[in-house]
């Protein structure tokens, strides 16, 4: 995928800033808070309906306005033109267009624009909570699957009505246990099929990480990744897939865990409780690795996950990498760079400075230089 040009209207402290993009490298450099990263949380919201950073959609409208507006135009690799408009007013509902139909969810169009987004804040990944691990793969699997988003809305949807019961009977004392027992079908129905699709995820996906790891680092670790089931562990093996044996051992956990969770006034299983280890010399990365293996397996990972979305889209991703450069030694930005442009995807970059980046780059690499201050771009 392509994106050829981006218009952005009153995102954080871009007022109005229209680009045209090269297919092969994109460095955009300036000082801090300038708005370089705006610049890709717009391409991340044009593909993702919402920005990789941790944010809420009412807090990038720039102060004074009353609504952002972002509007992308891509072509796919066969020339197929590919356009989103997203407008977001403080507020309401994000209203999204594009070459799929009009008034469409944020869900219509995950996928649609394959994105790669590597940041500083995603070395959680490796050594944060369980949840940053579970938003790795959710994000994954969303590009791939449109069945995985449905599945992880409906979740959420449950439980909340779930949790909500639970709540209502631990304060209250009644607990109306036909209704709770449809909530707790509904889950362990979802649940399973979430299970499923992550076991067979991380199946699929390992190899990708063991190639990646060996690529992108000069270390010879054998690394690894093991999906946790953590609430039916005690009743089936982490490696199982078959759905029956699945559904069996949710169905034999939530009647184990009833009176507990009516006690605490809360769901205590499913796939939200679940993990995903990261091995390095068969031992867990959060609690072995060292700094510079952490960044290894970061960037294997995040390069994995380019050569999954490539195989399973058919479509090249778009990465973005945000001023990650700063936080890597001469040997490992040359190592990612000359990754980078073997791949052929279009790229964006975010640094402070270009030099550095430039000077590490093979010679012939297709390049655009943007010089951003103040929310303003300048093509140098």
């Known amino acids: 995928m392509i994106l050829n040009t981006l218009k952005i209207e ?71 033109p590919y356009h989103v408009t997203i407008v977001y007013a403080a507020g309401g509902r994000k209203h999204i267009s594009s070459s799929i139909g009009e008034s469409l969810s944020p869900k219509d169009i995950i996928g649609e624009l394959p994105v790669v987004i590597l940041s500083p804040d995603f070395k959680a990944i490796t050594f944060g909570a369980p949840e940053d691990r579970r938003r790795f793969l959710d994000a994954l699997l969303s590009q791939c699957n449109k069945r995985y988003v449905d599945e992880a809305l409906n979740l959420k949807r449950i439980l909340k009505q779930r949790n909500d019961m639970l709540s209502a009977a631990k304060k209250t004392g009644y607990c109306d246990t036909v209704m709770l027992d449809l909530w707790t079908d509904s889950l362990i129905k979802t649940a399973t099929e979430i299970t499923i699709r992550r076991l067979r995820f991380i199946k699929e996906f390992t190899p990708y990480f063991i190639k990646a790891y060996q690529k992108v680092s000069s270390a010879k670790e054998n690394v690894g990744l093991q999906y946790a089931a953590k609430s039916i562990a005690e009743f089936i093996k982490i490696d199982e897939s078959d759905k029956q044996s699945i559904l069996n051992a949710f169905n034999a956990v939530s009647k184990k865990l009833r009176q507990e969770e009516l006690r605490r006034g809360t769901t205590l299983f499913g796939p939200q409780k679940d993990d995903l280890y990261i091995e390095i010399n068969n031992g867990a990365a959060r609690d072995f690795a060292s700094q510079g293996q952490h960044k290894s397996l970061l960037i294997a990972l995040k390069y994995a ?76």
């Open 305 to 380: 996950e380019y050569e999954y979305l490539y195989e399973q889209k058919s479509e090249i991703p778009i990465l973005l990498y945000d001023d990650i450069f700063s936080e890597l030694d001469e040997e490992r930005t040359k190592n990612v760079l000359h990754t980078v442009v073997e791949t052929g995807a279009q790229t964006f970059i975010t640094a402070t400075e270009a030099d550095k980046i430039v000077s590490a780059l093979p010679a012939a690499t297709e390049l655009k230089l943007f010089r951003v201050e103040n929310g303003l771009i300048k093509e140098i």
């Open 10 to 80: 009153n995102l954080r402290n871009h007022k109005y800033t229209e680009v045209t993009f090269c297919k092969g490298l994109n460095i955009l450099f300036g000082q801090n808070g300038s708005g370089k990263t705006t610049v890709l949380e717009a391409i991340s919201i044009s593909s993702l309906s919402r920005s990789f950073l941790p944010t809420s959609d009412s807090l990038l409208i720039c102060n004074g306005a009353e609504q952002y507006n972002i509007h992308a135009k891509a072509h796919t690799e066969l020339g197929v």
